[in-house]
């Protein structure tokens, strides 16, 4: 039996150095919604193409639907001009856009917006400066900027929904807020948090607070599930104005697009809005406090460097300290899904 050990690959390097093939060929896929039209059935190369409207050689399109295909997207019987290919069940439940579990959003906003400002990586760290649209315009302020523009306010709104459905459903599970009566989701975007614990919890009431050209996005969605009477859509600005009274105040994907100084203010001013025996808690993607497991936390703070400068994603550990200096008694936290949790501190 031979002690030698294997011998060192570049391959791990390749993989995550050239990874950005991987990724824009799957992007390519969401955007042209490849998995809604395979969505139920099997099409041939030529029918995709067809479909699709795409003009480049069979074999081009031979080649990006079998990296799909490699890449465990898509499935295919046969190869070449006598393949079908056909959905993964991952891709046929979350990147059908007919499907309720739908989360293709965020990828559609990568592709769109993102993916472009991560080519700035370099200077951003070299600077500590955003890279998106604020790059260019004197306001620095990534949600102003956003907000101008009705079309990309509404495709981030569709991100988020997508992204977060799944953990607001596992924190409406695991957490009673049957045992409160009133909700406020502060930077609530759509509502969508206020929606999926109402739904669960029939007894309490829920506000959604975000800035004012949210705020009818989030009355409509409200009515669509006739939730008017117990959730209230509010526009304002949490920083500058008083946030809604309630006995639990949550903020998803919200604080991690704050320096540290704003963080800070922000918890407190939590701390002091809530009554004896409140709750706060924020949704995010919290890194591990050893900082070496949540990989997409850890790069999803190095996208609020390219969205926010010097804005960051931040551990439990971090979250406990600020939670303490602000007067909270205790803190606890809950896995939802996938890289994200659920931080809660107690007053």
């Not at 704003?262 to 050893?290: C, Q, R, S, W």
Request: glycine fraction near 8%; include cysteine; hydrophobic fraction near 40%.
């Amino acid at each position: 039996m031979s002690n030698q050990t294997s011998p060192n690959t570049p391959a791990h390097i390749m993989q995550i150095g050239m990874g950005f093939w991987a990724s824009k060929t799957l992007l390519a896929a969401v955007k042209f919604k490849l998995f809604t039209h395979l969505s139920g059935t099997k099409k041939s190369a030529a029918e995709i193409k067809s479909m699709l409207q795409l003009q480049t050689t069979d074999r081009h399109v031979y080649d990006w639907l079998d990296a799909l295909v490699s890449l465990g997207l898509l499935q295919r019987d046969g190869v070449l001009e006598n393949g079908l290919y056909y959905n993964a069940p991952d891709t046929e439940l979350f990147l059908d856009t007919n499907k309720p579990s739908y989360i293709g959003g965020i990828l559609e906003m990568g592709n769109n917006r993102l993916y472009r400002y991560w080519a700035d990586l370099e200077e951003a760290l070299l600077t500590g400066l955003p890279q998106n649209e604020s790059k260019h315009s004197s306001n620095m302020n990534f949600f102003t900027e956003l907000y101008k523009d009705q079309d990309k306010l509404e495709e981030f709104m569709h991100a988020m929904q997508g992204i977060q459905t799944g953990n607001f459903m596992t924190l409406a599970q695991q957490f009673n807020f049957s045992n409160y009566k009133t909700m406020a989701d502060v930077g609530g975007a759509d509502g969508w948090l206020s929606i999926i614990v109402a739904q669960h919890h029939p007894n309490i009431q829920c506000t959604t607070f975000d800035l004012p050209p949210v705020e009818p996005l989030a009355k409509k969605k409200i009515a669509q599930f006739g939730l008017t009477s117990r959730i209230t859509a509010i526009g304002g600005d949490f920083f500058n104005e008083p946030l809604p009274a309630a006995d639990v105040i949550t903020m998803g994907n919200i604080i991690h697009g704050m320096d540290e100084e704003h963080k800070k203010a922000i918890i407190k001013k939590v701390y002091d809005t809530l009554p004896e025996n409140g709750v706060f808690m924020t949704i995010e993607n919290i890194i591990d406090d050893t900082r070496n497991k949540n990989t997409f936390g850890l790069l999803m703070s190095l996208n609020m460097l390219i969205e926010n400068g010097p804005a960051f994603d931040y551990t439990a550990a971090d979250f406990n300290a600020w939670a303490m200096a602000a007067g909270f008694k205790k803190t606890e936290f809950i896995s939802l899904t996938g890289p994200t949790s659920a931080a809660v501190a107690y007053k």
